[in-house]
């Protein structure tokens, strides 16, 4: 799947947006993914330390769209690892981006998905059914709403109100 944009581009265009509907993430996220530059329609979740709703989600039809994931900014444990990665793949996703970390760094450098974390960390979450989905999450200080549209290429991340 090729893409047609660059970050770097859209942020020429939108340099003067004062509205809020062109938002650029903070240059922390690290790459874990086969797929380097990826793009789609935003659906959110919100969790800390329990990745019930991002195993949900990503066993579920992806549609070409972007998971994002609100963990806190938790660097205690994983919210994504190899076989959520490999489910993220077979089921159509064209990203996950997290606000924490992911582990098994080997396997999701094998999925083609676009995966971006903080960080790795190889604890695994408990499961306590504790979350939220298709919710407003601020990801570093930046609001992102489900519908958006985000682009993720080697120059950063940026995320834009989707066009009606």
């Known amino acids: 799947m090729s893409q047609t944009f660059s970050t770097c581009d859209l942020c020429d265009e939108h340099k003067n947006n004062a509205d809020g509907t062109f938002r650029v993430l903070p240059p922390v996220f690290r790459d874990f993914g086969g797929r380097k530059v990826f793009s789609g329609r935003v659906v959110t979740v919100k969790c800390h330390e329990d990745n019930t709703f991002v195993k949900a989600m990503v066993d579920s039809p992806g549609e070409g769209r972007v998971l ?4 806190g900014a938790s660097t205690r444990k994983a919210l994504l690892g190899g076989n959520l990665g490999k489910a993220a793949e077979r089921n159509g996703w064209a ?3 997290i606000d924490g970390c992911v582990r098994d760094v080997a396997e999701l450098a094998e999925c083609d998905v676009g995966i971006r974390a903080l960080g790795c960390m190889p604890m695994p979450t408990e499961k306590r059914q504790q979350g939220q989905t298709d919710v407003m999450v601020t990801i570093q200080g930046v609001p992102v709403w489900p519908g ?10 940026v995320v834009m109100t989707a066009q009606a």
């Open 68 to 71: 994002v994931v609100d963990g």
């Open 95 to 97: 990203g996950v981006l």
């Open 148 to 157: 958006d549209m985000l682009y993720a290429d080697a120059d950063g991340v």
